[in-house]
């Protein structure tokens, strides 16, 4: 069973930067696409961004391009996200997914939760204006 569990949150104001870190247990085959999705008080979930297998291939929402950075490392089956130039509209829980491994994945299909099949519990992350 693989287990997906996320660090970095915390309290940061304004302008801060936090670095969020999803590490995967419990594959041998990394997952082709690892991504991070956000929830705020009173909304539904959606997509922050997402890397495929290789590093190479990143998909951002709008709302963070410039800002997040969405990288991973292999061999540790972890993926991070840095977030600079804090806003306080980033207030979430953030949560990281994986998508099933050895499963190809469309470019275009990164921002879609049914690509997804393991999700962590989430770590909040709160932008004091």
């Known amino acids: 069973q693989v287990q997906l569990i996320e660090s970095g949150g915390g309290l940061v104001q304004a302008g801060g930067s936090l670095r969020l870190s999803c590490a995967a247990s419990?594959?041998?085959?990394?997952?082709?696409?690892m991504g991070w999705f956000r929830q705020a008080p009173g909304k539904e979930r959606e997509f922050v961004a997402a890397?495929?297998?290789?590093?190479?291939?990143?998909y951002y929402t709008d709302h963070v391009k410039g800002r997040f950075t969405i990288s991973r490392d292999n061999a540790k089956n972890t993926v991070y996200l840095q977030m600079n130039s804090l806003k306080f509209e980033d207030t979430a829980v953030y949560y990281c997914?994986?998508?099933?491994?050895?499963?190809?994945?469309?470019?275009?299909?990164?921002?879609?939760?049914?690509?997804?099949?393991?999700w962590g519990q989430g770590t909040q992350v709160t932008v004091s204006s």
């Open positions: 419990g594959t041998r085959s990394g997952s082709t696409v």
């Open positions: 997914a994986t998508s099933p491994p050895q499963r190809p994945v469309n470019y275009s299909d990164f921002p879609r939760e049914y690509i997804y099949n393991y």
């Open positions: 890397v495929g297998r290789s590093g190479v291939f990143k």
